[in-house]
């Protein structure tokens, strides 16, 4: 039977045991913070599959965290921001999948990396940036996360950083994160279609691990709980620095 899925997803069997502990990891992350389940899966995921073909699986994984988490997180979502954010990205995904298909994408995700490692930084010095106040940082916020979205699928840490730049109580980030990556969800959907990257294939692995991911997603939010709260915005910032950090660190030395 292992070896039967394992050839329908086009992949060996320890390669597709490895990728759903990864997926459930991911899950679990994402269930806690309300973000980085594609992050994670693209950075060490990449070991066995290129990130092109990623991109498509992650779009499951996302999907299926969503719907799991869409209920709490629609009424406790800051949804002007969210909607602004998943308008922006929309707009923005098909220039990065259009670079993907045609440019290095490796470089491409150095460079993505490199401004969310950037962004991370300045916000756990206490940097304050301003300019993510106005609406140009909050629809500008949204199209460099549909850039990035196509590019490495890592969208979600560049909204992350969006949102936990707002004096807004932990619930309320976390909420909004949940329900932009719902919304764009639906509309990157279209996108990975027109350009042909939703085939098959990827849907199998997509709903192959999707089971992995949300049994993580389910475990991840029963740790979110109240008295850990405090700890959930620089807990986050961390994450994105050490999961940018690691995706350069992999690229720079070629693992």
Known sequence: ????????????PDHLALLGLICFLAGLVRGFSGFALSAM?????????????????????????SLFMMRGGWREANRKVALGLAIGSTIGVPFGLALTTQVDVETSKLIALGVIASLAALQLARVQLRFLASNWGLYGSGWMAGLATGLASVGGMVVALYVLAQNAPPREMRASLVVFLFLGSVTTALSLLAFGLMDRTAIARGLAMAGPAALGVILGQLSFVPRWEHFYKPLCLVLLLALAAWGIFRMVLGI
């Open 41 to 65: 899966v693209m950075a060490s995921g990449a070991l066995i599959l290129p990130p092109v073909q990623l991109i498509p699986v992650c779009w499951w994984l996302e999907m299926t965290a």
């Open 1 to 12: 039977m292992i070896q039967s899925g394992s050839a329908a997803l086009a992949l060996p």
